[in-house]
């Protein structure tokens, strides 16, 4: 069972370039979600999708777009990379939308992004 | 502003000891997880708990939730170098989905 998987593993990206996260999920979850974890802050919530066509912003949605065209991808876009935007991205599922407490999060191992 | 609010940020222990890690908030939750993370993995889910003054146990780890549900702990009996990791604890947020704290990075020494 492979569960999420996330690519790049890692990338440096130049400032003022376009980059895409790619997320993919093979447990047929209804909620996908993306953050971004940096020291001291924790994780935060960019963007999430209750169920395939629909999405949502998070804690911290500037700079940062997604899209859900189907239940198993979720791609995370930065349109014109920024230095703030150096960060570990991690994407996430859940059986259900409500995104509560009580579900469970599946998280993929992280993309490590370094923008200069 | 940090919604929840996790102490202490570090800790190192020796093999052997006993060790509690806290989540509070002024914040009353419905529910509270929390998870560990390893180095170079995303989180994963160790608990969930729903009812004030609940108490969990999972091996040598338990887990209370506050009477008033706005604080959690996690208390490690025993420690092992296998429970190295950086802890985290998560609530709801109204506005932002699931809402974590900023961690407690556990290291036990053989």
């Known amino acids: 069972i492979a569960g999420i998987t996330q690519a790049p593993t890692s990338q440096i990206l130049a400032a003022g370039r376009r980059m895409t996260l790619r997320c993919t999920q093979d447990?047929?979850?209804?909620?996908m979600y993306w953050y971004r974890q940096d020291l001291g802050l924790g994780l935060r919530l960019i963007h999430y999708?209750?169920?395939?066509?629909?999405?949502g912003k998070g804690e911290v949605p500037d700079g940062y777009s997604v899209s859900r065209a189907n239940t198993d991808d979720f791609p995370l876009t930065l349109a014109s990379a920024v230095p703030s935007q150096t960060s570990v991205y991690f994407c996430?599922?859940?059986?259900?939308?409500?995104?509560?407490?009580?579900?469970?999060?599946?998280f993929g191992p992280g993309t490590r992004l370094t923008v200069l | 502003t940090q919604l929840l609010e996790q102490s202490p940020q570090f800790l190192s222990i020796q093999e052997g000891e006993n060790l509690t890690v806290y989540c509070n908030s002024s914040?009353?939750?419905?529910?509270l997880q929390w998870y560990r993370q390893e180095p170079g993995e995303g989180p994963v889910l160790l608990v969930t708990?729903?009812?004030?003054?609940e108490v969990k146990k999972l091996k040598r780890l338990t887990f209370q939730f506050g009477d008033a549900r706005k604080d959690s702990s996690l208390h490690i009996t025993a420690a092992q170098p296998g429970d190295t990791g950086l802890y985290l604890c998560?609530?709801?947020?109204?506005?932002?989905?699931?809402?974590f704290g900023a961690g407690t990075t556990v290291t036990v020494r053989a």
């Open positions: 998560a609530g709801d947020s109204s506005d932002y989905k699931l809402s």
């Open positions: 996430a599922s859940s059986d259900s939308p409500s995104g509560s407490a009580s579900d469970t999060q599946y």
């Open positions: 999708s209750n169920t395939a066509g629909t999405t």
């Open positions: 914040s009353v939750f419905s529910s």
């Open positions: 708990v729903v009812t004030g003054g």
């Open positions: 447990m047929r979850h209804n909620a």
